[in-house]
């Protein structure tokens, strides 16, 4: 019998608890630069002007699919109310969609699914129609009439072709935040 050392990393517990504490954070911190940069005044036409936030709501959704216990439903919600501030709409419109995007996520989250980008793209284009049907509905009991849904329609298209790059980033991130492995010492191997 002969004893081999394990390969693996080393990691004292004191840096495990470091990194699962930093790790904790990402998903939020990578959703408030990213709203944050997205608000900024990019002089979008009317045509586009849901592009930003439905460009955030994505994040919610991937991170939320991914690690749905790193990713609270009151972050989602601040963040919501920031851009309804920075954009000038009424005061909670983002952060109900958000929520309600939030939710479904957590609900796509519950499914048995290995969440590779291409089955998290599969399951926001739907959530992101009925959120669009549902921004469209607010905005018209809003101002109290119908109103066009076209600059929503090309919102929701040019957000569908960011996506991609914001679900393979977050999935990116996400695998980076596994823990490290633990020493075990020597592992004794058969002889």
């Not at 050392?5 to 608890?17: F, G, I, Q, Y």
């Not at 926001?124 to 469209?136: D, F, H, L, N, T």
Request: overall charge positive; hydrophobic content about 55%; aromatic content about 14%.
């Amino acid at each position: 019998m002969s004893v081999k050392w394990n390969k693996s990393p080393t990691a004292s517990a004191a840096e495990v608890r470091s990194y699962r504490s930093w790790t904790f954070f990402v998903p939020g911190l990578t959703l408030l630069v990213f709203a944050l940069l997205v608000t900024l005044p990019w002089g979008l036409g009317p045509e586009l002007t849901y592009v930003p936030p439905l460009l955030i709501l994505t994040m919610v959704f991937a991170w939320t699919v991914r690690r749905p216990t790193l990713m609270p439903g009151l972050l989602v919600f601040l963040v919501g109310v920031t851009v309804d501030v920075v954009t000038a709409s009424p005061l909670g419109f983002w952060a109900f969609l958000f929520l309600c995007g939030y939710a479904i996520a957590l609900h796509v989250a519950r499914l048995d699914f290995n969440w590779r980008a291409l089955v998290i793209l599969m399951a926001y284009i739907p959530s992101s129609i009925a959120i669009a049907v549902v921004a469209w509905g607010l905005t018209s009991a809003y101002f109290g009439q119908p109103t066009d849904w076209t600059p929503l329609y090309e919102s929701v298209k040019a957000s569908w072709l960011v996506a991609p790059l914001l679900v393979f980033v977050t999935g990116w991130i996400s695998h980076r935040m596994t823990k490290p492995a633990k020493s075990h010492g020597p592992t004794q191997a058969q002889s």
